[in-house]
C-alpha cells in the first residue's frame, strides 16, 4: 500500500487551517508561478531526513507467522510563504500555529508523525524582482515519522532436502 508523503500531509493541515484555495500551495517543484495578485501563496518541499530506527519483529505461529517492519525517520519539511504583498510577512505565524492546531495533531497520530513545536529556523528571505518585491518567508521544521508495514511470511522449521557436509 502506498504511503501518503508527509508534504502531502503538511499541505492539507496548512491549506485547511489557513482557509486556502488550491492554487495558492503546493509541493514544491510543480513548475508554478507565483501569480502577480495580492495575497500569500505557500510552497511546501521535504529537503531531507535522518533514519534513526529500522526494526523488525514477528508475531504468530508457525502456521501463521507476521512481519512487522518499522522505519522511524526525523524529516526536514520546508515551507517558503511567498507573497507580491506582505502579506507572507504579516501570516507566517499563522503557518506555525497550524502546525501545533488540533487538526495538525488529530493527523499527526493518524499517520504516525509528531510535529516538534519549534522550528529549526525562520529565515526572511525577501528579494527584489525588477520593479517590484517578492516577499518570502521560509520556515524549516523537523518532523518525526514513522513508517510500518505488516505481512505475513513462510516460516521454515523442515527441510525435505538432505544437507551433505564434509
Same mark, same amino acid.
Given at each position: ?10 499541505? *492539507? /493541515? ?7 484555495? $488550491?492554487?495558492?500551495i503546493? @509541493?514544491? +517543484? ?5 501569480? $502577480? ?8 518541499s ?7 530506527? +529500522?526494526?523488525?519483529?514477528y508475531?504468530?505461529?508457525?502456521? $501463521?507467522?507476521?512481519?512487522?517492519? #518499522?522505519? !522511524?525517520?526525523? *524529516? ?10 506582505? &502579506? =507572507?510577512? *504579516? ?9 501545533? !492546531? ?5 493527523? =499527526? ?8 513545536? @519549534?522550528?529549526? &529556523?525562520?529565515a $526572511?528571505?525577501?528579494?527584489? *524582482?525588477?520593479?517590484?518585491?517578492? #516577499? ?8 518525526y515519522r ?12 523442515s527441510?525435505?532436502?538432505?544437507? /551433505?557436509s564434509?
Amino acid at each position: 500500500m502506498p504511503v501518503r508523503p508527509t508534504v502531502s500531509i503538511v499541505r *492539507e /493541515i496548512i491549506k485547511d487551517q489557513l482557509s486556502l484555495e $488550491d492554487d495558492q500551495i503546493w @509541493i514544491y +517543484n510543480q513548475r508554478i508561478k507565483i501569480p $502577480d495578485t495580492k495575497g500569500m501563496f505557500i510552497s511546501v518541499s521535504r529537503i531531507g531526513s535522518k533514519v534513526y530506527a +529500522n526494526n523488525s519483529s514477528y508475531t504468530g505461529s508457525s502456521t $501463521d507467522l507476521i512481519e512487522d517492519q #518499522y522505519v !522511524s525517520n526525523l *524529516e526536514t519539511i520546508s515551507i517558503d510563504a511567498l507573497s507580491q504583498d506582505t &502579506s =507572507a510577512l *504579516e501570516y507566517y505565524p499563522d503557518i506555525l500555529m497550524a502546525l501545533r !492546531s488540533t487538526k495538525a495533531q488529530q493527523e =499527526a497520530e493518524k499517520y504516525g508523525m509528531r510535529f516538534d513545536s @519549534i522550528p529549526f &529556523s525562520t529565515a $526572511d528571505l525577501s528579494s527584489p *524582482e525588477g520593479t517590484s518585491m517578492i #516577499y518570502r518567508i521560509n520556515i524549516r521544521f523537523p518532523v518525526y515519522r514513522t513508517y510500518y508495514t505488516s505481512r505475513s511470511i513462510d516460516y521454515f522449521d523442515s527441510f525435505s532436502n538432505n544437507i /551433505i557436509s564434509d
